[in-house]
């Protein structure tokens, strides 16, 4: 247990802020299992429409520190690669 003032605030704030960071993982989470789920579903055209607020969820993880740019950017390509798959496999 902390026994300084400033070491109990420092406390404080790292619950709060792991609070914060819980829920917009799941957030993140949550957006990136729908999409996927979709995905193998092969609802291509629901996919391509939350293909993009799953983009702007991602984004917005990095932005919060939640996830690495580079991770990130491999999510996003990923699941694009899946959607242009389906999309080819929907053509032929």
Avoid: C, P, T
């Avoid at 819980?22 to 092969?42: D, M, T, V």
């Amino acid at each position: 247990m902390a026994n300084h003032y400033s070491a109990l605030e420092h406390q404080r704030q790292s619950v709060r802020r792991e609070l914060v960071n819980r829920r917009n993982k799941g957030f993140l989470r949550s957006s990136l299992r729908q999409i996927r789920e979709i995905l193998a579903n092969g609802d291509i055209e629901q996919a391509s429409k939350l293909v993009s607020q799953v983009n702007s969820r991602v984004d917005k993880a990095v932005s919060k520190k939640i996830l690495h740019k580079n991770a990130a950017s491999r999510l996003k390509s990923r699941l694009m690669a899946r959607l242009n798959a389906l999309g080819k496999a929907k053509a032929a």
